[in-house]
């Protein structure tokens, strides 16, 4: 069974950064495309970005956060990273971990991410 484990989320200030981590345990990671998601209350889950498997040689985000998130991957360590510079309070939300398979997807537990006015 794949198990997701994110941390990094906490509260900063308007235009601070965060670094989010997601560890998978499960074996063949390399073979994954990943991505992250975010929920704000009230509001439906929404596509963060994503990256493609094996090398991570293609990289996809939302327009709201083109160019101050970056999305990288660590085979060897099965993890996969969200960098979020500039923050603002729109960001605030539950951040979620997914890992793509053919036979469906997997989700960790979210971490908390709260960015101040």
């Known amino acids: 069974q794949v198990q997701l484990v994110e941390s990094g989320g906490g509260l900063v200030q308007n235009g601070g950064s965060l670094r989010l981590s997601c560890k998978a345990s499960t074996t063949n990671f390399r073979d994954y495309s990943m991505g992250w998601f975010r929920q704000a209350p009230g509001k439906e889950r929404e596509f963060v970005a994503s990256i493609s498997s094996r090398t991570g040689g293609s990289t996809y985000y939302r327009d709201s956060v083109k160019g101050r998130f970056t999305i990288s991957r660590d085979n060897a360590k099965n993890t996969v990273d969200l960098q979020m510079n500039s923050l603002k309070p729109e960001d605030t939300a539950v951040y979620y971990c997914?890992?793509?398979?053919?036979?469906?997807?997997?989700w960790g537990q979210g971490t908390q991410v709260t960015v101040s006015a």
């Open positions: 997914n890992l793509q398979t053919p036979w469906g997807d997997f």
